[in-house]
């Protein structure tokens, strides 16, 4: 497995923490115009997001950052935060997760895609969203909707 459909966006695996040792581990993430995660806090992780390319605006550590290709924005731990593809089109981040146990919340929630140009996506429900704040528990991470 090496990508996973989330919420529709395409996260990748890039190295992960079985390869760090259980340092860190980081993921390409394909984020569609318009999208970006729900709300949330993570309660044993920092996060840092770099831009690789398109346009993102990141609520962190209340306030507001927009950023391109080539900043990177650092999201720690007990920190609400989100971001927003603000481009009119697909954006792409490197996602620095340490510790890296986070990915098994990925693994859990997302679905596998073996290939993207013939990858039909499941429409996103209220019942996906529920199992996914339901799971989001197991890993720590408290999500607002």
């Known amino acids: ?18 390869e760090t040792q259980g340092r860190y581990s980081i993921w390409e993430i394909e984020t569609a115009p318009n999208n970006g ?5 993570h309660s044993m992780e920092d996060e840092a997001f770099y831009i690789l390319e398109g346009d993102f605006s990141f609520s962190h550590c209340s306030k507001e950052t927009k950023a391109s290709k080539g900043q990177l924005i650092y999201a720690p731990r007990a920190e609400f935060h989100t971001y927003k593809n603000i481009g ?9 997760i340490t510790p890296p146990q986070f990915e098994m919340f ?40």
């Open 88 to 96: 009119g089109t697909v954006g792409k981040h490197l996602l620095i």
């Open 106 to 145: 990925f693994k859990e929630i997302g679905i596998p895609i073996e290939d993207k140009s013939s990858f039909q996506p499941p429409p996103i429900t209220a019942a996906v969203i529920d199992k996914i704040v339901k799971t989001a528990a197991k890993y720590g991470l408290e999500i607002i909707i």
């Open 37 to 41: 995660p729900l709300l949330h806090k």
């Open 1 to 18: 497995m090496k990508s996973l459909w989330v919420l529709g966006d395409v996260y990748t695996i890039k190295i992960s923490g079985d």
